[in-house]
C-alpha cells in the first residue's frame, strides 16, 4: 500500500490518515516481531554515548521500519534514532525509534517499544506505539483516533501526587550532572508520590498514562524520537505534556513532564527549580 499526498487527490485527510495508520501499525507489528525473533540469540553490542548502547536488533527493525515508511509514504523524510534525518526537508515527516528502550531489550527485560510519529506542518497527524511484551498498542490519529489496546484512551482520576505512580527517566546517557538531576527528582517525588518507578521507554511510558495506567512522567532530557508518537495522545486522554516551566512540550524540548493533568500542577511544583 502506498499512501502518497498530491494536489488532485480527492480523499480526505481523514481516510488519508487512516491508511497512513493502518500500514504504520503493519510496520510496527513487523519490526516488533523480528525484535522477538532476534531477542533470544546472542547479539552485537556497540557502545553509542556515554554508558548507552545500540544492538544489530535496533538497526534491523530500522531498516525494516525505513524501507516500510518509504513504501507507505513515498516522499516524506524519516528522522530515525539511528539513521539520523534522510529525505527532502520542509514536507511531511516520519518520527521513528525502532527500538526504544535499548538497553531494557538487551537486558532481556520486556519494556521496550517500537514508536512512529508522522507529522505534516509540523503537528502529529498519525501515531503508533507497539510495545510487544510490555502490553502496549497506541493508536492516533489527530482528530480522530486516540486507543490504547482497543479502549478509548483516557488518562487516571488520580487528584493527588501522594496517590499517584510517577516514572522518571533515569538513562545510560545522562552524564554526572544529569544523572545528579534526575536522582533529586526521584529525591523528592520519593517523599511525595506513591510510587516513583524508572523504566526508560518513554513512549511506552506516555502510553501507559494515556491508558490510566500511570500517573506522571518525568523526562528532563528527552530526545524526539521516543516521544514524539504518544505526546499527542496523552493530551488526546485528557492529560498535559509540558516543560518544567509549565508551558506546553514540544517535539524539540528537551523537558517532558508528562501527567493526568489533575496532579500536573503538584507535580512541577514538586520538580521546581530542578
Not at 530500522?62 to 513515498?74: D, F, N, Q, S, W
Not at 516520519?94 to 509540523?122: C, H, R
Not at 492516533?140 to 501522594?162: M, Y
Amino acid at each position: 500500500m502506498t499512501v502518497a499526498r498530491t494536489g488532485d487527490d480527492a480523499r480526505s485527510d481523514a481516510s488519508r490518515y487512516r491508511e497512513i495508520l493502518s500500514g504504520a501499525e503493519a510496520i510496527a507489528m513487523q519490526a516488533a516481531q523480528t525484535l522477538l525473533a532476534m531477542r533470544d540469540r546472542k547479539l552485537d553490542v556497540s557502545r553509542k554515548q556515554l554508558r548507552d548502547v545500540v544492538t544489530e536488533a535496533d538497526l534491523a527493525s530500522e531498516r525494516l521500519v525505513i524501507a516500510g515508511l518509504r513504501a507507505l509514504t513515498p516522499g516524506a523524510a524519516i528522522l530515525s534514532e539511528e539513521a539520523g534525518a534522510s529525505g527532502p526537508a520542509g514536507g511531511s515527516r516520519w518520527i521513528v525509534d525502532p527500538l526504544d528502550g535499548t538497553v531494557n531489550y538487551a537486558s532481556g527485560l520486556a519494556w521496550f517499544s517500537v514508536t512512529m510519529a508522522y507529522q505534516e506542518e509540523g503537528r502529529t497527524r498519525v501515531g503508533v506505539v507497539h510495545s510487544p511484551l510490555g502490553d502496549v498498542t497506541a493508536r492516533f490519529i489527530e482528530g480522530e483516533v486516540a486507543t490504547v489496546n482497543g479502549r478509548d484512551a483516557r488518562v487516571s482520576s488520580c487528584a493527588s501526587l501522594s496517590d499517584a505512580v510517577v516514572s522518571v527517566i533515569l538513562t545510560s546517557h545522562y552524564d554526572e550532572a544529569e544523572v545528579a538531576r534526575a536522582a533529586e527528582a526521584i529525591r523528592r517525588l520519593g517523599n511525595r508520590a506513591r510510587g516513583v518507578r524508572i523504566i526508560v521507554s518513554g513512549g511506552f511510558e506516555l502510553s501507559l498514562i494515556a491508558d490510566s495506567r500511570l500517573d506522571g512522567f518525568v523526562s528532563l532530557k528527552a530526545d524526539i524520537v521516543s516521544h514524539a508518537a504518544a505526546m499527542p495522545l496523552v493530551r488526546a486522554a485528557g492529560g498535559r505534556v509540558t516543560r518544567l516551566d509549565g508551558r506546553d512540550s514540544h517535539d524539540d524540548d528537551l523537558q517532558k513532564i508528562a501527567s493526568n493533568g489533575l496532579i500536573h500542577d503538584e507535580l512541577l511544583a514538586c520538580l521546581q527549580g530542578l
